[in-house]
């Protein structure tokens, strides 16, 4: 009898429960976690987001400090064309702090 046989005789239905819902939480969160970073592969704002996390809320990767706004939209969707090679030259104009250094300079190139 292996030892997590022996101690799920000796508990009862509720403490084992108890002692194996934090571990379910832990491998919860893990595994949403490497769901994000598959996500930050597909999608330039979802590595935006997944290298920004909520400095209040690190273990959740729902919460971001990169909100995502159309304009961020419009230029991730431009910028994720030139990397697949559907466009070969881009120029981009847009008003200051709009978040095209960020998102152009920064965020594509490590993505």
């Known amino acids: 009898m292996t ?12 403490q084992l429960l108890d002692l194996l819902g934090d571990q379910i939480h832990v491998h919860a969160a893990q595994a949403r976690k490497v769901q994000a970073a598959d996500k930050a592969k597909d999608s330039l704002l979802q ?13 959740d990767v ?10 961020h939209r419009m230029l991730a969707e431009a910028l994720e064309s030139v990397e697949q090679g559907k466009c070969l030259r ?22």
Request: proline share 11%.
């Open 3 to 14: 030892e997590l046989a022996q101690l799920s005789d000796d508990l009862t239905a509720e």
């Open 47 to 59: 590595f935006m987001q997944y290298i920004q996390p909520d400095p209040n809320h690190l273990d």
């Open 62 to 71: 729902t919460k971001s400090r990169y909100d995502i706004q159309p304009v």
């Open 90 to 111: 881009l120029a981009i104009s847009m008003p200051p702090q709009s978040g095209k250094s960020l998102l152009g300079t920064r965020g594509f190139p490590a993505w």
